[in-house]
């Protein structure tokens, strides 16, 4: 990094009320900063998570922007629309829609993918009602949470580590729609080819902390976001600067950060 002490990278996906966090967040977070993060958006998998990631907020500042959602593999339709419920009450303190998205790695059978595509679509409508973006995970389902998505008029949206094709990603690309880069970049040829192929206007840095880091035994953090930022330059062949620039602009064309 040119200017690591300038704190303009935003970490798009990161689960920080995972306990594993629990011991030293504090530490984790001034790494962050010292690695040149400005802010992080903390996703949740339930309504107990976005509930804590208010309080986190109320801790930490700007630095945490909470988000709230349910987590594709769990089929509770009372709990989504708990969810959404909440999400309208705290609209004016969130950040994003998330994590929601469909997930056909770990659910095959179609009547739950059914139900996934239902409390998906509740999410994307709300998304839209509100204004506020969706911070999607498409794990084995890129192309037909897109399809959805489009179907329904999504307007901001963030698919956060893309599992597919760049062919696939095209119509989210055409729709405005942008994809976020996690640090297992550095060991995931799918991700360097995703990469390659998507123009720099379209994408994010992110971590998924705890998982997706560099090493895959090890728990990831938010600062290595900023390895994101040197692997998208290699793979560009362009300035480290100038990736800074473009996930700057899109940090804030997406979610005013
Ligand atoms: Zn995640």
């Given at each position: 990094m040119s200017s690591p002490k300038s704190a303009r990278l935003l970490d798009a996906h990161a689960h920080l009320v995972d306990p594993v966090f629990d011991d030293d967040r504090d530490c984790v977070l001034e790494r962050a900063r010292a690695a040149?993060?400005?802010?992080?958006?903390?996703?949740?998998?339930t309504l107990a998570d976005a509930k804590r990631n208010l309080e986190l907020a109320d801790r930490y500042g700007e630095m945490i922007r909470p988000a709230a959602g349910l987590y594709p593999t769990y089929l509770d339709l009372d709990e989504a629309l708990q969810l959404v419920a909440w999400i309208e009450q705290h609209r004016e303190r969130l950040a994003a829609i998330g994590e929601v998205g469909l997930d056909h790695w770990k659910v095959k059978d179609e009547g739950e993918r059914e139900i996934q595509r239902d409390i998906f679509s509740r999410f994307i409508d709300l998304s839209i009602r509100l204004d506020l973006p969706l911070n999607v995970h498409s794990r084995s389902a890129g192309r037909p949470a897109i399809e959805l998505m489009l179907e329904r008029g999504a307007k901001k949206v963030l698919l956060h580590a893309f599992d597919g094709r760049a062919a696939k990603a095209m119509p989210a690309v055409e729709a405005g729609f942008f994809f976020s880069v996690p640090p297992s970049i550095v060991r995931s040829r799918q991700q360097q080819k995703l990469v390659e192929r998507l123009p720099l206007e379209s994408l994010l840095l992110e971590t998924d902390s705890p998982v997706?880091?560099?090493?895959?035994q090890s728990r990831n953090e938010p600062a290595n976001a900023a390895l994101v930022v040197s692997a998208i330059a290699e793979i560009k062949d362009t300035p480290e600067e100038d990736v800074v620039d473009a996930v700057e602009r899109n940090a804030q064309r997406l979610f005013g950060i």
């Open positions: 040149g993060l400005k802010a992080i958006i903390a996703v949740g998998e997706l880091g560099p090493d895959p």
